[in-house]
């Protein structure tokens, strides 16, 4: 304990920028798990709180909308799991076989602009571009196709959420697996290429092996977050022509609980989806643990 003192002594700057990040964590993600057990109560602006047990879980179970939700949820998770999460991998590998210094600095700097923006200004970018007038049918009209409207079509919304996700968060993303490659030792690569290796060869056998266990924590820590689907994302671009398509377990809480006031039933539907997150990212943890030897800690 004393040597754990000590070196908050010493660091006590860099303890002091960590202070506020600590905080937020302790009102908004601590705090509110003693709330929690508000989901096994019938609320009561008046007076005590009556205890129900698992009333509130089995009408959530029964429930066909809850049903129709949950499955929203996984479907847009697993897109997002699958399509976007070799995104970054990609563009990592990409900018870091560009040898052109500047150029290299300006297409990193393109690639994490769109992070900074809000949920609110991509959602209004989105849906100018996917637009019956926007740039995208625009072009269609180009090639003599018909025009379409993205953002109510349910056979395409979920499509839009993927894109808009990969547009928004490739780049950000692509930092962990940038800052892998540049501790990678360049005697390696020279090694390689005295051997014969070709520049797939060396990203094949050099590279990748390097960032494996960067990949592996990324994509336990992404499976911990499953569940939500992105609220603020859905919240944006969700209207009720394609509600039926989109509408995830954070959208649904937040309907429920604050618009109609439900807030035991709502509390309830998200300790459920705390739960599976945990259950999903202790199982991803200890799998990795086994099968790599390397886990998230």
């Known amino acids: 304990m004393k040597k754990i003192w000590r070196k908050i002594c010493e660091d006590w700057i860099l303890y002091l920028m960590l202070l506020p ?68 991998i990609i563009l990592a590998l990409m900018v870091n076989e560009v040898r052109n ?34 740039g995208i049918n625009i072009i269609r009209e180009f090639f003599q196709l018909p025009s379409l409207d993205f953002m109510t079509s349910k056979e395409h919304i979920r499509w839009v959420l993927v894109f808009s996700e990969m547009w928004r968060s490739a780049g950000w993303d692509s930092i962990l697996y940038i800052a892998a ?22 990203m094949r056998y050099i590279t990748l092996p390097a960032m494996a266990s960067t990949v ?19 919240f944006n671009l969700m209207n009720d022509s394609v509600i039926s398509k ?6 649904y809480v937040y309907r429920i609980g604050l618009l109609n006031g439900q807030y035991a039933y709502a509390t309830a539907a998200s300790l459920f989806k705390g739960v599976i997150g945990l259950v999903l990212i202790l199982s991803t943890h200890f799998l990795s643990k086994r099968f790599t030897g390397k886990g998230v800690w």
């Open 216 to 234: 592996i924590t990324v994509f336990i820590l992404n499976l911990g977050f499953f569940m939500n689907a992105g609220f603020d994302q859905v």
């Open 21 to 88: 990040g600590i905080i937020f964590f302790v009102i908004f993600h601590v705090i509110p798990i003693i709330g929690m057990k508000l989901a096994f109560q019938d609320y009561r602006i008046i007076g005590e709180n009556i205890w129900v047990g698992l009333k509130h879980f089995k009408i959530l179970f029964s429930s066909p909308a809850f049903i129709d939700v949950l499955k929203n949820t996984v479907i847009i998770s697993s897109m997002k799991i699958i399509f976007i999460f070799p995104i970054p």
């Open 181 to 202: 490659i540049m501790k990678i030792s360049p005697q390696l690569y020279e090694a390689a290429k005295l051997d014969g290796a070709n520049t797939l060869q060396q």
């Open 101 to 134: 210094g500047p150029y290299r600095k300006y297409v990193q700097s393109v690639s994490y602009l769109p992070h900074f923006l809000s949920w609110v200004v991509i959602a209004g970018i989105w849906i100018s571009f996917l637009s019956p007038n926007g």
């Open 246 to 251: 989109v509408d995830i377990l954070d959208t």
